[in-house]
């Protein structure tokens, strides 16, 4: 029993030195976290981040490594305070190739036609964006109403960049929702928003 015992304590004190031995050859990197809940549309200040040393295993693609990487940055959706952050969640030059798998993607500001559709978007949706029909009318004529308003399909599979805070009561202002998209849709629906309203169909 005696001898049971002792070598009990002595396989428990291996495994610990083990495990302290490990721990100690595990060299852990430096990532920036949120440090407190961010809202979609903050632009980042040193107060917003910190420091942490965690297991490179759990680092994603693109996390930010020091503050400076952050500052003066707009987030682009929400963020849990504790969370890593990356260049994906971060407006940047970047951002709507990342987004949108085109190099020459371009990120359009968009004021739908109905302001309740924005509360709907999350940041990475695809849609599908529409504009009114004009087929009732002819060259020379005016514009008629129709039973039916199949609409135009200005660019399918747009990809949300960007959605705006929740808004104050006494804030007025429709609401602009980012989309990324190839650079010749991009300029479709940036000039046709100009003169006719927008909506976007889900996928």
């Known amino acids: 029993m005696a001898v049971r015992r002792i070598a009990a304590v002595v396989l428990v004190g291996v495994a610990l030195t083990s495990a302290?031995?490990?721990?100690?050859?595990?060299?852990?990197?430096t990532v920036m976290v949120?440090?407190?809940d961010l809202s979609p549309g903050t632009e980042l200040v040193a107060e917003?981040?910190?420091?942490?040393?965690?297991?490179?295993?759990?680092?994603?693609?693109?996390?930010?490594?020091m503050t400076r990487d952050g500052?003066?940055?707009t987030v682009t959706g929400p963020v849990h305070d504790g969370e890593i952050l990356t260049d994906w969640r971060l407006l940047s030059p970047r951002l709507p190739a990342l987004l949108a798998d085109d190099d020459g993607a371009r990120l359009?500001?968009?004021?739908l036609a109905d302001d309740a559709v924005?509360?709907?978007?999350?940041?990475?949706?695809?849609v599908d964006v529409l504009t009114e029909s004009d087929d009732t009318a002819g060259p020379d004529e005016p514009r008629r109403p129709s039973p039916r308003h199949d609409g135009t399909v200005l660019v399918r599979g747009a990809v949300v960049a960007v959605v705006p805070a929740q808004r104050s009561t006494r804030d007025t202002r429709?609401?602009?929702?980012?989309?990324?998209?190839?650079?010749r849709d991009a300029h479709a629906v940036a000039g046709t928003a100009l003169a006719a309203p927008v909506t976007v169909v889900f996928h």
């Open 71 to 73: 500052l003066s940055r």
């Open 118 to 126: 924005v509360d709907l978007l999350r940041t990475g949706d695809v």
């Open 174 to 183: 429709a609401p602009v929702v980012m989309l990324a998209m190839p650079e």
């Open 48 to 65: 917003d981040l910190r420091a942490v040393e965690v297991d490179p295993a759990v680092v994603p693609p693109g996390a930010l490594r």
């Open 108 to 111: 359009v500001p968009v004021r």
């Open 34 to 36: 949120a440090a407190r």
């Open 20 to 29: 302290l031995i490990a721990h100690r050859g595990t060299r852990l990197t």
